[in-house]
């Protein structure tokens, strides 16, 4: 099984950004679609972002679209959040998850929340 591990996060001004980044390391990252969700206190865990293994397609949650943007570099076995024009309403903890598979399958499967791996988490957090 894959093991994910966030960087990136941190403290920032409404309007600022930040890019997030998850390696995977324990099998071919390239096996695997991989995705962003994301977590406030009282809140349930949020879809933000999903890539296919070969990084050809893209989807993105409704909140975010337009400001953030997801990409992978399969020769570092890493992927990105690119978060620009950040909102006080961003702030959470965002997770890294990916689900084996080079179908559309995987990528459906994954958006639902339902990942083979997640990461431990990492804070972002945005002032007004």
């Known amino acids: 099984q894959v093991q994910l591990v966030e960087s990136g996060g941190g403290s920032v001004q409404a309007g600022g950004s930040l890019r997030l980044s998850c390696v995977a390391s324990?099998?071919?990252?390239?096996?695997?679609?991989m995705g962003w969700f994301r977590q406030s206190p009282g809140k349930g865990r949020e879809f933000v972002a999903t890539i296919t293994w070969s990084g050809d397609n893209t989807y993105l949650g409704d909140s975010v679209k337009g400001r953030f943007a997801i990409s992978r570099d399969n020769a570092k076995n890493t992927v990105y959040l690119q978060m620009d024009r950040l909102k006080p309403e961003d702030t959470a903890i965002y997770y890294c998850?990916?689900?084996?598979?080079?179908?559309?399958?995987?990528?459906?499967?994954?958006?639902?929340?339902?990942?083979?791996?997640w990461g431990q988490g990492t804070q972002v957090t945005v002032s007004s």
């Open positions: 998850a990916a689900v084996e598979g080079r179908r559309q399958s995987a990528i459906a499967t994954l958006s639902l929340g339902r990942a083979e791996a």
């Open positions: 324990g099998r071919t990252s390239s096996d695997y679609a």
